[in-house]
């Protein structure tokens, strides 16, 4: 079954610092893969997905991520981070061709510093 | 604003009673999908509905059941409640039914059983 790993369930950076947050499938097949934020009593939003075109996918709010087949990764960046962006990440993934919904990782709480 | 409704936002009852959790879809998706969030277990898939027809089950109890009327919006039906499914339930939307469609969120019903 197809699986997401997330790597830190809280991550903390400081204004205008660099954010990356971490996320790791299992797949023996490149999948489906989303990104999606959470604030605070809300719904998810979708950031980005990656279905096999391009490798670096360009997102909202400046984030974006790149695919790498041979990490088995798809970890988020985004170059100077905002107050608004302390949020809940969710990395997501799908299995392409199928009709499995998606599958989400545990989650990673964005603390962002003044 | 995702367009996708959830109705109540709150709900609370009590150790074995019976509830039903509403969703309306955005405008023109034809997929409908629940999800359960809760801080042990994460965002766990319950049950997909294409045009009115079950597509896909998850990890959803025996206890629950969930229905896609003619008008696409969906029910969700929590039966003989317990402690544990005290939870955020959450409904999504997507156009199609294939597994790269994104989701579309609401902003969920958090269920209390006391």
């Known amino acids: 079954a197809q699986s997401v790993t997330q790597l830190g369930s809280h991550v903390s950076v400081s204004e205008g610092a660099l954010v990356l947050l971490r996320c790791n499938y299992s797949?023996?097949?490149?999948?489906?893969l989303f990104w999606y934020v959470q604030y605070p009593n809300q719904g998810l939003q979708l950031l980005l997905k990656?279905?096999?075109?391009?490798?670096l996918v360009k997102g909202i709010n400046g984030f974006e991520a790149e695919f790498k087949k041979s990490e088995t990764s798809f970890h988020l960046t985004k170059p100077s981070a905002h107050m608004s962006d302390a949020a809940e990440y969710f990395c997501?993934?799908?299995?392409?061709?199928?009709?499995?919904?998606?599958?989400f990782g545990k989650g990673t709480r964005l603390s962002v510093i003044a | 604003d995702s367009g996708v409704t959830q109705t109540p936002k709150h709900l609370i009852t009590a150790t074995g009673q019976r509830v039903t959790l509403r969703c309306s879809p955005r405008?023109?998706?034809?997929?409908v999908y629940w999800y359960q969030q809760s801080l042990d277990q994460g965002l766990q898939f319950l049950i997909q509905?294409?045009?009115?027809?079950?597509?896909a089950k998850g990890n959803i109890l025996e206890r629950f059941s969930a229905q896609q009327f003619p008008d696409l919006h969906s029910e969700l039906n929590l039966s003989s409640l317990e402690l544990g499914d005290s939870a955020l339930y959450f409904c999504?939307?997507?156009?199609?039914?294939?597994?790269?469609?994104?989701?579309?969120f609401g902003n969920g019903t958090r269920l209390t059983v006391t």
């Open positions: 999504a939307s997507s156009v199609g039914r294939a597994n790269n469609s994104p989701l579309h």
């Open positions: 997501a993934v799908s299995p392409q061709g199928g009709n499995t919904p998606l599958v």
């Open positions: 990656y279905t096999s075109a391009a490798t």
């Open positions: 509905y294409y045009n009115g027809e079950e597509r």
């Open positions: 405008s023109g998706d034809l997929s």
């Open positions: 797949s023996s097949v490149p999948p489906y």
